[in-house]
Nanobody
Framework: VQLVESGGGLVQAGGSLRLSCAAS????????IGWFRQAPGQERERNGI??????????YYSPSLKSRTSISRDTSKNQFTLQLSSVTPEDTAVYYC????????????????WGQGTQVTVSS
């Protein structure tokens, strides 16, 4: 199983970020892909940003970020994308994608499989 995040970097406040998660080594239709983040000096957030189910394509968005977030998937490339708009310095974090066997990934789960993360820094 491999999850590789990309697309991080330095973003100016007010801009947008587009992160990708390339997945391989497992049967995608059996799992949901979720996105989480970990701010500097803090633990990885318990609540996820968003998720998309490969079983039925349903999506979930954290209420606090829903207005700024979009999740999508490209099944031909086994790639999952998270877009976050109108970023602020508070969005600075390492962003992770995770594979879960739960249909909806609202919070971290004990059996989730994680990528290594991609750093996003938002400058003011």
């Amino acid at each position: 199983v491999q999850l590789v995040e990309s697309g991080g970097g330095l973003v100016q406040a007010g801009g947008s970020l587009r992160l990708s998660c390339a997945a391989s080594g497992f049967t995608f239709n059996d799992f949901t892909i979720g996105w989480f983040r970990q701010a500097p000096g803090q633990e990885r957030e318990r609540n996820g940003i968003s998720c998309i189910s490969n079983v039925d394509g349903r999506t979930y968005y954290s209420p606090s970020l829903k207005s700024r977030t979009s999740i999508s998937r490209d099944t031909s490339k086994n790639q999952f994308t998270l877009q976050l708009s109108s970023v602020t310095p508070e969005d600075t974090a390492v962003y992770y994608c995770a594979r879960s066997d739960r249909r909806v990934v609202v919070t971290k789960g004990p059996d989730d499989y994680w990528g290594q993360g991609t750093q996003v820094t938002v400058s003011s």
